[in-house]
């Protein structure tokens, strides 16, 4: 199935990136024992283990003006993580207008955030990595697959 979008969010949210012009040694990157990539790769682990982990250890929120609120958390370095924190929306009708106030990508494609990895958003916000959580997530990362 093929759908044309037009467009539609190329102003909004696409026109202002610029394609990278720095060569970046992957493997490099994935070989140094404090990177993203080598916790998530080492072991065998999976990704989503990593993010159920993650999900689990956030500090949860009420809503988005919660964390808003939070004071700045200054990052003391390289390969020190941010703090987890995030927020559980119900539906979708929850999520978009918060997703707009923001200015994240407000659009949804098949009953998912379209920036989502199964439902979870992920992004930085004033030194937190901040999460948006769908209201099943724990049935999804945690629970085992019968």
Not at 42 to 56: E, I, P, R, T
Not at 138 to 146: D, T, V
Request: with cysteine.
């Amino acid at each position: 199935m093929y759908v044309d979008c037009s467009g539609q969010f190329f102003d909004d949210f696409l026109k202002a990136i610029k394609l990278n012009d720095v060569a970046v040694n992957w493997p490099a990157v994935a070989a140094q024992p404090d990177s993203i990539l080598s916790r998530i790769n080492n072991g065998g682990h999976q990704f989503d283990d990593y993010l159920a982990k993650l999900l689990s250890a956030a500090k949860g929120y009420h809503t988005w003006q919660e964390i808003n609120a939070l004071p700045r958390h200054e990052v003391s370095g390289p390969g020190v993580d941010p703090p987890v924190v995030a927020w559980t929306y119900q539906t979708l009708q929850d999520l978009t207008p918060v997703l707009s106030t923001i200015g994240l990508m407000t659009d949804h494609k098949e009953g998912i955030p379209r920036t989502s990895y199964r439902g979870v958003i992920w992004f930085r916000f004033n030194g937190y990595r901040v999460l948006f959580r769908p209201h099943d997530w724990a049935k999804q990362f945690l629970e085992p697959i019968s």
